[in-house]
C-alpha cells in the first residue's frame, strides 16, 4: 500500500537552530528525535529567502528562473500547471493543507484537496471591511473562542524584534491550531487513500509571542550579543534604529536579548507541537506507514552582522533546516548530509514523490535526496547553487557550493567572498585578498545571469546599476540551466 507523506514546514527558521546541529542555546528534543530516525541535511538552502518565492520553489520543484519569483511581491496569481499536492491527488492521494500557504488568491488550493488558512498578518489580505473567513480560518476560529477575539490586540507587530508573551490560554496560540487541525483531520480523512498532510506553522516568525514557559526559559540565556562581520559597515546605509522592524538596526541589549527568547521559544514550542502530532500518528497506527519532511522556507538573521528579518544571503537568512524521517526500516538513522551536498527546498517535491514511489514529473529543477538519506551518493550532486533576492532598489545574487560563498549585489557591483568551512558566521570576507578566487566565482555567475532581461550580463562581464525585479516576464526562458547546476 502507498505510504502516507507529512511535510511539516515552519516560517522564518534558521538552518542552524536544531539543538541536534550544535546550537548552543535553543533546544529542540523532539525534532533531534525525528532525525535520529532519518536524516538531516546540513547544507539546505532557500534560493530566494522570503516567503512567497520559498514557497514556490518548496511546492513547485522550479527554480526561481523557472517559477518567475526573484524577491517578494504579494498579489501575483499562483498559475503552475504542475505541483507537490497536484501530483500527489493525481496518483489517489487525498491532500490537505492546514495553516500557511501564502498563495494567491488566498483560496488557491495549488492542487490540495482542501485549505485551511492561516498566514499570519496577511497585509495584503488584511482589511477591518472584509471578513476574515475570506482568507484565515484560524482568525475566523478565533474570534468565536472564549477568551479570544483579534490575534492581534497584545498588539505585537508581524515583523517587529518587540516580544512578550502570548496572552491568551495555549490551546488558543496559532502553532497549537494547526495541530489541532491536523489531529482532527486523522479522524475525519479516508481511511480508503494515502494521504499529503502539509502542517505549515506560521511561527517562529514574529511576532515574538510564544506561550510564556518557552518565552521565559530563553530570559535566562547568557546575554545575547549576535556577531558582526568586518564587513558589516558597507550596509550602513540600510540602517534605522528607530523602527521596530528594521532591516539594519543596532537596537539595545534587552530588546535583542528578549527577541531571541521570543524567537527560540517559538522553536521549543513548535518542537513540543510536532510531537504532539507525531504522538497522535502513532495512536492512529499510522506511524509505520508515514513519510515525515521538516523544513522552512527561509531564515532569519537575528541582528547578526546588524541584520533582521531575511531575504539575505547569508546563512542566517538563507539557510534552512531540512529532516527527513521515513517509516521503520526505511532509512539507516542518524545520517547526516554534509556540506558536499548543497540542496534546496526545489529538491523536497521530488523527494516527497520518490519517497512514497510515485513518477516524478519532466521539467522540475529540483532532485530527489532519497539517496543520500539512506547514506548513498546522489547520481548528479549539485556542482554549486544560485540564489538571489531583490531588496532596497537591487539584488543581492550569491552562489555556494557548501564550502564557500560568493556574493554580488547588482547595486555597486560589490563582490563579497566567505570560507564557510572556517568562517561559518562569514564574519570575515575574503574577497579583497582574493582575486583569483573571486574571477572563478565570478565567471560562475556570469553563466547564471546571461540573457536575464534585468541586463546584469553585457559581453560576459557582471552589469552592475540595472534596474532588478522582483517577477520575471512570465514569457521569460533561462538561457542557460541558472541555478540547477549540477555536475
Not at 492546514?98 to 489580505?125: C, M, Q, S, W
Not at 502513532?282 to 537575528?302: K, N, Q
Not at 523536497?348 to 512514497?356: G, K, R
Request: glycine share 10%.
Amino acid at each position: 500500500m502507498p505510504r502516507n507523506v507529512v511535510l511539516i514546514t515552519a516560517d522564518q527558521w534558521r538552518g542552524d537552530c536544531l539543538s541536534g546541529a550544535g546550537h548552543p542555546v535553543v533546544r529542540t528534543p523532539y525534532l533531534d528525535q525525528l532525525a535520529s530516525r532519518g536524516a538531516r541535511f546540513d547544507r539546505a538552502y532557500t534560493a530566494v529567502p522570503s516567503c512567497i518565492p520559498a514557497r514556490a520553489a518548496l511546492h513547485t520543484g522550479l527554480a526561481q528562473t523557472s517559477h518567475g519569483r526573484t524577491g517578494y511581491r504579494d498579489g501575483v496569481p499562483w498559475e503552475y500547471p504542475v505541483t507537490l499536492a497536484g501530483e500527489f491527488g493525481r496518483h489517489g492521494y487525498q491532500t490537505r493543507a492546514i495553516g500557511k500557504l501564502h498563495a494567491f488568491p488566498e483560496r488557491n488550493r495549488i492542487g490540495f484537496d482542501e485549505v485551511t488558512l492561516h498566514d499570519g498578518y496577511l497585509h495584503a489580505a488584511r482589511d477591518r471591511r472584509t471578513d476574515p473567513r475570506f482568507h484565515d480560518d484560524y482568525a475566523a476560529w478565533l474570534e468565536r473562542q472564549p477568551g479570544g477575539g483579534d490575534y492581534t490586540d497584545h498588539g505585537l507587530d508581524c515583523n517587529s524584534v518587540v516580544a512578550r508573551p502570548w496572552d491568551r490560554p495555549e490551546r488558543l496560540h496559532p502553532t497549537n491550531w494547526v495541530v489541532t487541525e491536523a489531529i482532527d483531520f486523522l479522524y475525519r480523512r479516508d481511511p480508503t487513500a494515502p494521504f499529503l498532510l502539509h502542517l505549515s506553522f506560521h511561527r517562529p516568525h514574529p511576532p515574538y509571542d510564544p506561550p510564556r514557559w518557552a518565552f521565559e526559559q530563553y530570559l535566562d540565556a547568557p546575554a545575547y550579543e549576535p556577531v558582526v562581520g568586518d564587513w558589516a559597515d558597507a550596509l550602513e546605509g540600510w540602517r534605522d534604529d528607530a523602527r521596530a522592524d528594521a532591516n539594519y538596526a543596532t537596537y539595545e541589549g534587552r530588546t535583542a536579548h528578549r527577541a531571541r527568547a521570543g524567537y527560540y521559544g517559538h522553536m521549543s514550542h513548535i518542537d513540543q507541537q510536532v510531537n504532539r502530532f507525531v504522538q497522535a500518528l502513532g495512536e492512529f497506527r499510522l506511524a509505520d506507514d508515514t513519510w515525515i519532511c521538516f523544513t522552512s522556507d527561509h531564515g532569519e538573521m537575528l541582528g547578526e552582522h546588524r541584520l533582521w528579518r531575511k531575504a539575505y544571503p547569508y546563512e542566517g537568512s538563507a539557510r534552512v533546516p531540512l529532516i527527513l524521517s521515513g517509516p521503520g526500516g526505511e532509512l539507516p538513522g542518524g545520517t547526516v548530509v554534509g556540506a558536499d551536498t548543497v540542496v534546496e527546498l526545489r529538491d523536497v517535491m521530488p523527494t516527497l514523490l520518490e519517497c512514497a514511489g510515485l513518477d516524478v514529473p519532466e521539467g522540475l529543477d529540483g532532485h530527489s535526496l532519497l539517496a543520500a538519506a539512506r547514506g548513498e551518493e546522489l547520481p548528479s550532486p549539485r556542482a554549486y547553487l544560485h540564489g538571489e533576492h531583490a531588496l532596497f532598489g537591487e539584488s543581492m545574487h550569491w552562489l555556494t557550493d557548501g564550502h564557500a560563498k560568493y556574493v554580488w549585489f547588482s547595486g555597486e557591483g560589490r563582490e563579497q567572498l566567505f570560507d564557510l568551512d572556517a568562517d561559518p558566521q562569514e564574519r570575515h570576507d575574503l574577497g579583497p585578498a582574493s582575486p583569483g578566487e573571486l574571477a572563478g566565482w565570478r565567471a560562475r555567475l556570469v553563466a547564471e545571469l546571461v540573457g536575464r532581461p534585468e541586463g546584469y550580463v553585457a559581453a560576459g562581464q557582471l552589469v552592475a546599476g540595472r534596474t532588478p525585479t522582483d517577477q520575471l516576464p512570465p514569457d521569460w526562458a533561462p538561457a542557460a540551466s541558472t541555478g540547477s547546476t549540477r555536475t
